[in-house]
């Protein structure tokens, strides 16, 4: 299936807001977008009404309110995410369980080329390239094969690590969704490489993809430290096998080419 971006919604419902009112010509790739959490409380943090001040002649926080009311008037922008504004004229977006729900399982199910599921696990189509890189950040193959031993050690309990393919039968319910912390964290950095691995010049920068894994993997050591796995709600325990899965497919993805971890399979 195709997957579109939370992010990649929330610019492209900035600029036509933006556009509509002020009758400017933004496009969404102009719209700032970062990743708020865990820094903040918002899911995503814009700074675009302080960019587009000068140009507009009004203060950055005349914009954002103005932005956020518009945005606020449309209920099917509201049952997703809610955005406010605050401070100089920053935004903060604030995805709904809902979405965040809708989110994980489109992750699970997002179809990324060159890349398919044997046996619960992630693997590159083409598996007879593998060696050693002593570039790759050993922290980023540690987190990787930590993926792989959770998701091989779910399989023998009970098979709850086998992928679920089917949108009606989810594996958690939206009244269940009350994520930890490091559950959020862990969540939007793998949202923040799926918008770059969806976005037109994903392949131009080695660089960022480097920081893109690190803060992958730095996440996902954070779910490890602070998140059971075993012994826990069933619920739970589906939900953050979840987020594995998706952690080692994205992983996978982000990696340069000549690597696809086949030996912690």
């Not at 094969?145 to 989810?170: N, Y």
């Not at 993809?209 to 998140?227: G, I």
């Not at 739970?236 to 000549?258: C, D, G, H, N, S």
């Amino acid at each position: 299936m195709n997957f579109i971006s939370p992010s990649r919604i929330i610019q492209i419902t900035i600029a036509d807001a933006i556009n509509l009112v002020f009758g400017t010509l933004l496009t969404p790739r102009e719209i700032s977008l970062e990743v708020g959490y865990p820094k903040y409380e918002a899911h995503y943090t814009s700074s675009i009404a302080l960019a587009i001040a000068n140009r507009l002649n009004l203060s950055p926080l005349q914009i954002a309110e103005v932005i956020a009311l518009t945005c606020s008037q449309n209920p099917a922008i509201t049952s997703q995410w809610q955005i406010q504004a605050l401070g100089k004229g920053w935004l903060n977006i604030f995805l709904s369980d809902q979405y965040i729900a809708e989110s994980l399982l489109a992750l699970e199910q997002w179809h990324i080329e060159g890349i398919t599921n044997y046996e619960g696990f992630w693997q590159k189509s083409d598996i007879s390239i593998d060696f050693t890189n002593k570039s790759l950040d050993p922290i980023v193959q540690y987190a990787y094969a930590r993926c792989c031993a959770l998701i091989r050690l779910a399989k023998l309990f009970d098979g709850a690590a086998k992928p679920h393919h089917q949108k009606s039968v989810p594996c958690f319910t939206v009244q269940s969704l009350h994520l930890e912390p490091a559950e959020i964290g862990l969540l939007m950095q793998n949202l923040a490489i799926a918008a770059y691995l969806e976005s037109e010049n994903s392949t131009s920068s080695n660089k960022s993809r480097t920081k893109l894994s690190r803060s992958l993997a730095e996440s996902f050591l954070q779910f490890y430290d602070h998140c059971r796995i075993f012994g826990v709600n069933r619920e739970v325990a589906l939900r953050r096998l979840l987020l594995i899965r998706i952690t080692q497919k994205l992983l996978l993805a982000i990696a340069p080419p000549e690597i696809n971890y086949a030996m912690y399979l």
